[in-house]
């Protein structure tokens, strides 16, 4: 499974996760996002990517977007069949 949704799940699963964890989740997610859509432009990776990197902001921006993330995570599980 993808690192960073692997967090995000956690995030709303309740674990113990910390806001620096998030953050950090959120910025190399979106640079793995760019890097897999310039390279795959359309291609089902780049999507998935950029699931996931939506997935990671929204769980970094605060619980207020739980249901946010967790529709990223279902695209994310939908496009990699996850």
């Known amino acids: 499974m993808n690192k960073h949704i692997a967090l ?3 995030w709303l699963a ?4 910390t806001t ?5 989740n959120s910025v190399d ?11 795959h432009a359309h291609a089902p990776a ?3 990517a950029a699931a996931a990197a939506h997935a990671a902001e929204a769980a970094a921006r605060a619980a207020r977007v739980a249901a946010v993330a ?3 995570v279902k ?8």
């Not at 997610?29 to 390279?39: H, I, L, M, P, Q």
């Not at 695209?75 to 996850?82: A, D």
């Open 8 to 10: 995000v799940k956690r």
């Open 46 to 48: 780049a999507d998935a």
């Open 70 to 72: 967790a529709r990223w």
């Open 29 to 39: 997610a979106v640079s793995r996002a760019y890097a897999a859509e310039a390279t």
């Open 20 to 24: 620096e964890e998030l953050r950090a």
């Open 75 to 82: 695209k994310y599980e939908e496009l990699t069949n996850e």
């Open 14 to 17: 309740g674990e113990d996760v």
